[in-house]
């Protein structure tokens, strides 16, 4: 049985998705997801969820997220990327890197950020990309981000290469056409890789075709007591676990007096003795309620599918 994430560098030109079917055939289950999109042009860590894990995508998906993108500086795409259509090109030969400085000044920070027109947010089912190909690009309201570190690395004009520190949900697509339209000469994304998702570090990363060659996933499995380490955990004695796994709360004493509940939102990892994960749960006026729970050896459905049935999707 299967219950982990992997990390994941994620090879430009191929869909998010593309990289779990490989990791479907690898496995042999349909369990396995992806925590945070990344786009067909993009490289980076990208994490894997399988078997059980993917009922723990939201608490690895909402982690800080780290990049490194590339811009062009005064050509403007549909896509605020280098795999849309031009929509205006203007001279950016007299833009400085000041000016640049300066204009990234009013992204640093909270701010309210709009989304794409193409991007895999949903309306009425669809994804906002299969609507904007069809003609009915929708304009979304603005959302609020943070952006933690925004610093120029590179300057080769008109190139300019930036790390960015940012919050789950921040589409670095739109930083790069903001910016643009701050300089006024447009702009669009050439290169991005994701270099960090929380704990998950591209050094660390296995890169897809290692992981393909290798015709299986336990050596570069990561539990959830590593993954999940940001929250706060207890470990607890098989007849409270026996409680949570049948929905009954638990007292949570020791817990509070160690100040866990000021950290991680309330949300509290119980584990066993052997250190395996049994349930999620949040902590409330002394009590630990599971809010999800896990069997001794989750069942991953690992079953001998037909490998035909996980073909890959593209945009």
């Known amino acids: 049985m299967i219950f982990g994430f992997l990390n994941i560098d994620k090879p430009r030109g191929m869909t998010s ?4 079917n490989h990791i479907r ?8 997801g992806h925590a945070g ?3 067909p042009m993009a490289t980076g860590v990208l994490i894997i969820c399988a078997g059980a894990a993917t009922r723990l995508s939201d608490y690895v998906m909402s982690d800080t997220k780290a990049y490194r ?4 500086l005064g050509v403007e795409t549909d896509t605020y990327d280098a795999d849309g259509k031009v929509l205006a090109e203007a001279d950016a030969s007299a833009i400085s890197r000041q000016q640049v400085e300066d204009a990234l000044a009013g992204f640093r920070g909270d701010i309210l950020q709009t989304p794409p027109a193409f991007s895999a947010i949903k309306r009425g089912g669809k994804k ?14 603005p959302r609020p981000i943070s952006i933690f570190s925004l610093e120029i690395v590179e300057w080769g004009p008109p190139q300019v290469t930036l790390n960015v520190v940012c919050s789950a949900g921040t589409y670095i697509r739109s930083i790069a056409h903001d910016l643009g339209a701050a300089l006024g000469v447009g702009a669009h994304l050439t290169g991005l890789t994701r270099t960090a998702s929380g704990g998950f570090q591209l050094a660390q990363a296995t890169p897809l075709d290692t992981l393909i060659a290798s015709q299986g996933a336990s050596t570069y499995l990561i539990p959830p007591a590593v993954a999940l380490r940001r929250y706060p955990r207890i470990t607890l004695e098989a007849a409270e676990i026996d409680d949570l796994r049948h929905g009954r709360k638990i007292p949570a004493e020791s817990l509070l007096a160690d100040g866990a509940d000021a950290v ?12 395996r994960l049994a349930a999620v749960c949040a902590l409330r006026d002394g009590w630990l309620h599971p809010s999800k729970v896990f069997a001794e050896t989750p069942d991953d459905s690992a079953v001998e599918d037909d490998p035909a049935e996980y073909e890959t999707d593209s945009r």
């Open 25 to 32: 055939r690898i496995i042999r289950t349909r369990q396995v």
């Open 37 to 39: 999109t990344l786009d």
């Open 69 to 72: 993108a590339v811009v062009r």
């Open 264 to 275: 991680g939102g309330n949300v509290v990892m119980a584990f066993d003795l052997l250190d």
């Open 128 to 141: 906002l990309y299969e609507l904007a190909r069809q003609g009915k690009a929708i304009e979304l309201p």
């Open 17 to 20: 998705h593309d990289v779990v």
